[in-house]
């Protein structure tokens, strides 16, 4: 196991298992296939935050889940091979029992037992997370930049990640967020040759897509207000890029949230707010910022447990210690204060200073030097991002990288054909002769009939696939099967426990599909925008 850093023990992670509504195909039944254990290149999905956590050597881990999906979570982190590794942390599973699939982020951040766990600063990561940046270099970029001078009554800020969707990986229909951000004050200071600050911002405004179209469909265009310009003179709007969901939030931002509760979303609510407020002075007392901020309020109220700040005379000049910084003492400590004139207005009080939330904008990079920060939460990128993982090479420095791209225990017969470089293959699997395979995932106890062809196919666990079948850039579920002589095409995905005829042809298909969950989230949506909602500073955007 990797040595423990300090960076990490003031830092507890919270991983969201969400329902899954855009798998609802191969999750239509989250009791027994949750979304956190699909296979993404023959792991469970939710290895790959947990593995983050270990590379950063982040220990204190909880796992929030529906009560539904409990039992299969927990099983799986008792019997699964990649989960049961020693190397990794193993986490707490929380299942309230006020949660459900439909639960909003903020939401789950409010329930009492998620509360309790909460002891200190925290970071939430999605369960569809595949991160090959290094955890350690986000805990330091937040240490150097946003956890303000121990001693001094600044608060912490937050960083958060985000990546841009036009890469190499581009998939068709992902979801984007509109993102504004500002520049970071110039450090006169060179930043080491690995730092990420040359990719740091301000974030001053944060929103889903769908929000920036609703405004600019309403109002014809996307009105910038004044203030913003005047506290901020240049600014860069994105409109290709994803929020990533990884937070590093600083523990009063749980006092924030509960003084707030029309948030609904953590993203584009908490974060957004906390943004705009940054620059729009009147948000400030409406969102309880002053007094969440106020540092004697934050003592008196433990809101920085576990943390001691060593005492700071008044009196020390701590810039004069600097040999890059100027000393911003005016006046001599033996000069008298000068005397306020019976007549002169009193000073007004100071301007809550709110700490910036910064962002991380992921770059892109050569095919040869990408790093992947990506969500894995529809079925076409499932598709995509595990073809992508098993064309890795087996000694490649990826942290994502499979060694052992077959696994011994499969049973290959005479005269098949295998792609070695970019095909994965489970344990227990047996592939009949005369197959060719390309450019695709196989799981385990999976049976492969004769002269099958499968090429850029992502097939899960224990599928039967009859012989003379050819399937070009499908997604099998769980416990399936396709029947002697199919044609499938770009596109289809088959739901756990299908079985498709013989013969059947067709392309794009969703077979044995669940639409159930769909309709249930479209009520919940037509719920939400009946009621007075999340924005209590509407008229501030």
């Keep these: 196991m990797p ?18 509504v855009s798998f609802n195909t191969l999750t239509s039944t989250p009791e027994d296939f949750p979304k956190a254990l699909l296979p993404v290149a023959n792991r469970p999905m939710i290895w790959y935050p947990l593995d983050w956590c270990r590379r950063a050597n982040i220990s204190r881990i909880a796992l929030i889940t529906p009560p539904s999906s409990r039992r299969a979570v927990e099983g799986a982190l008792s019997r699964n091979p990649y989960l049961t590794s020693p190397d990794l942390h193993r986490p707490d599973v929380l299942a309230p029992s006020t949660l459900t699939q439909n639960t909003s982020t903020a939401d789950i951040i409010r329930i009492p037992e998620v509360q309790s766990v909460i002891t200190g600063n925290f970071i939430i990561l999605p369960c569809d997370l595949l991160c090959e940046l290094p955890g350690e270099c986000l805990l330091e970029t937040w ?56 990719n740091l911002s301000k974030v001053v405004y944060s929103s889903t897509t769908d929000t920036l179209n609703d405004i600019t469909a309403s109002k014809k265009s996307f009105p910038v207000r004044h203030g913003l310009l005047r506290r901020h003179g240049k600014i860069r709007m994105l409109t290709t890029t994803r929020d990533a969901h990884i937070y590093l939030f600083p523990y009063w931002t749980l006092d924030f949230i509960n003084r707030n509760p029309k948030f609904d979303s953590i993203s584009e609510d908490a974060v957004g707010w906390w943004a705009k407020a940054t620059w729009q002075d009147g948000l400030i007392p409406k969102l309880g910022l002053d007094h969440i901020l106020h540092l004697s309020s934050r ?116 005269r098949t054909t295998i792609s070695p470089n970019d095909v994965l293959i489970g344990a227990n699997t047996t592939i009949n002769q005369f197959t060719t395979i390309k450019n ?79 309709e249930d989230v479209g009520s919940d949506e037509e719920e939400d925008q009946d009621m007075e909602g999340g924005d209590s500073a509407a008229d501030d955007n």
């Design 143 to 198: 240490m150097t930049h946003a956890a303000g001078m121990v001693g001094s009554s600044d608060a912490a800020g937050g960083l958060g990640v985000w990546f841009p969707t036009r890469s190499d990986l581009v998939v068709k229909g992902e979801e984007t967020n509109f993102l504004i951000t500002a520049q970071l004050s110039h450090s006169i200071v060179p930043s080491p040759s690995n730092s990420l600050r040359p």
């Design 299 to 414: 003592d008196k109220e433990g809101l920085v447990p576990n943390q001691i700040y060593n005492k700071i005379e008044q009196d020390v000049d701590i810039a004069s210690l600097s040999t890059t910084h100027i000393s911003n003492l005016l006046t001599p400590p033996s000069a008298p204060p000068s005397p306020i004139s019976p007549t002169q207005e009193k000073p007004t009080k100071p301007r809550t200073a709110v700490p910036p939330f910064l962002c991380y904008l992921h770059p892109t990079s050569s095919p040869s030097q990408q790093t992947i920060v990506r969500r894995v939460d529809t079925t076409p990128l499932l598709l995509s991002l595990s073809l992508h993982l098993a064309s890795l090479p087996s000694d490649s420095t990826s942290p994502l990288a499979t060694k052992q791209k077959i696994h011994p225990t499969t049973t290959i017969a005479a």
């Design 440 to 518: 695709s995932v196989v799981g385990s106890n999976c049976v492969i009939g004769q002269n099958v062809k499968l090429t850029r196919c992502v097939i899960l666990d224990d599928v039967e696939i009859g012989e003379k079948c050819n399937l070009i850039g499908c997604v099998v579920g769980w416990r399936s099967k396709v029947g002697k002589g199919c044609k499938l095409g770009d596109g289809c995905e088959i739901a756990p426990g299908y079985a498709v005829e013989e013969g059947f042809e067709g392309a794009g298909e969703v077979l044995g599909g669940f639409e159930g969950l769909d």
């Design 3 to 20: 040595p423990k850093s300090p960076l990490s023990h003031d830092f507890q992670a919270l991983i969201f298992c969400g329902p899954g």
